[in-house]
């Protein structure tokens, strides 16, 4: 903390702009040394926060290395916490490391993986899961994952934790006072009182742990798999859905070997979407190995869609049949492929064909028929669980463990008030909860685990 750290903020490469911070005790002293103003504007050390000047930046033998703009932050009104300084320069590789060797020679040092990010937190700027959320919304993909690492980031979790806490804390003062004066005569009023306290908090936990399946899709992604016979137009699908030509297409039997995978976005949902090999029995090795993986990736997916080809329907329904007894409990959707080239009696007679169950019309002719795909994407979602518990949505596996830590010490808290000579018992875990949701915030954690969460940031954040 003693030191005066620099980074890139920027990604490597060519650009218009790039961004390099500089943050610590001298950081205004070694902006003055290499910061030269186009005006009469004064030194770095001097600026007011949020302000920016305009200059050339030297490197120590006062030569010119770029013309840049200077940003100056104060403290302790920074990001950081600590005066702060922002240089943007022209994009290159050659201008970004002269200003950064500059800056070494001048007294600063590397930045490590996420040390910026590690002061706000130590500086009391950012609790460790708004700092949690401040690398969630760098590798934000969807609106979904935004949105939600925004809110995590304007502190609505740390809230709804921090009046969890408030209250746990609440109970274990009015234990005290029980354990202090009346032990041995506690009042079954007290211990009403207790369990009346406890019941809240541990309902409001436990609805936050029943959304985790939901909102772990934020990380791990709404997972998608499409199967059926070979040559039914699953790769074919998938590039609709993509938008592009991302799997290869032929009218040849066991094009598709091997599992494809790719991103995509749904209502805002991230979306993994996967193409598979052709289920059928086979005697090449390879194709074997195919099915094999496409089998896996399904029984990893929280939904099927299962694509008919419409010359094959007995063959492909008995192939669904035989898939369904391996994974009774998988929401699976049927679909119909290859409707362009039916005529509407004939698409009816299909459909009749398939039996009772829901199905969905596809060809590749008509985009249109992709809306009502996408609806079911998200109607799967959905029926997951609104994924909202008061201000509480776990999606991160820390905070997760850290609840269901907290729930279980609630719960023994709570059964141990059915015995009045174990009201100490009733202390340690409450006390062992409130250790648990403080550990949330970062109010209570370990060096070692600072240290691991900031470790997987960029340099520069």
Not at 288 to 314: K, N
Request: charged residues 20%.
């Amino acid at each position: 903390m003693s030191d005066t750290i620099c980074a890139l903020s920027t990604p490597p490469g060519l650009a218009a702009l790039g961004i390099i911070r500089l943050s610590g005790p001298e950081a205004g002293s070694i902006c003055d040394l290499r910061f030269r103003p186009r005006s009469s504007f004064g030194l770095p050390s001097h600026m007011k926060g949020y302000t920016m000047a305009y200059g050339s930046w030297t490197d120590d033998q006062g030569q010119v290395l770029d013309q840049v703009i200077l940003a100056a932050f104060r403290a302790p009104h920074s990001y950081t916490g600590e005066d702060l300084y922002e240089i943007s320069f022209h994009g290159g590789s050659q201008v970004r490391n002269s200003i950064l060797e500059s800056l070494l020679a001048s007294g600063a040092r590397p930045a490590s993986a996420g040390e910026f990010s590690k002061r706000a937190f130590l500086n009391g700027k950012l609790d460790l899961a708004q700092a949690e959320a401040v690398m969630d919304l760098i590798e934000a993909e969807s609106r979904l994952q935004q949105d939600q690492a925004l809110r995590d980031l304007s502190g609505s979790l740390s809230q709804a934790v921090e009046d969890l806490k408030d209250q746990v804390l609440t109970l274990m003062a009015h234990l005290e006072n029980i354990l202090e004066f009346s032990e041995e005569n506690a009042e079954s009023s007290d211990i009403v009182g207790l369990k009346e306290g406890l019941k809240p908090i541990r309902t409001s936990i436990q609805q936050a742990l029943a959304h985790w399946s939901q909102g772990r899709i934020l990380n791990d992604k709404f997972r998608v798999c499409i199967l059926g016979l070979p040559n039914a137009g699953k790769s074919t699908l998938l590039n609709a859905l993509m938008g592009l030509d991302r799997a290869i297409v032929s009218d040849v039997s066991g094009t598709t070997r091997d599992t494809l995978e790719a991103n995509l976005q749904v209502a805002g949902i991230p979306v993994l979407l996967t193409d598979t090999a052709g289920l059928r029995q086979t005697a090449d090795l390879v194709e074997r190995e195919g099915v094999d993986r496409a089998l896996t990736a399904a029984q990893a997916a929280d939904l099927v869609f299962w694509l008919h080809d419409p010359q094959r329907l007995p063959e492909s329904q008995e192939a669904l049949a035989s898939y369904r007894s391996t994974a009774p409990d998988q929401k699976i959707l049927a679909l119909l492929g290859k409707q362009d080239l039916y005529s509407e009696a004939e698409r009816r007679t299909q459909a009749q064909a398939l039996g009772p169950e829901p199905v969905l019309a596809w060809s590749q002719v008509h985009p249109e028929l992709l809306d009502p795909i996408r609806d079911q994407i998200k109607a799967a979602y959905d029926s997951l669980g609104s994924g909202q518990a008061g201000n509480i949505f776990l999606h991160n596996l820390r905070h997760k463990a850290l609840l269901e830590e907290a729930k279980q010490a609630l719960d023994m808290a709570a059964q141990s008030l059915d015995d009045p000579g174990a009201l100490d018992m009733t202390a340690a875990m409450l006390r062992s909860a409130e250790e648990a949701l403080a550990s949330l915030s970062g109010s209570q954690v370990s060096d070692e685990l600072v240290e691991s969460i900031f470790s997987r940031f960029c340099v520069g954040k």
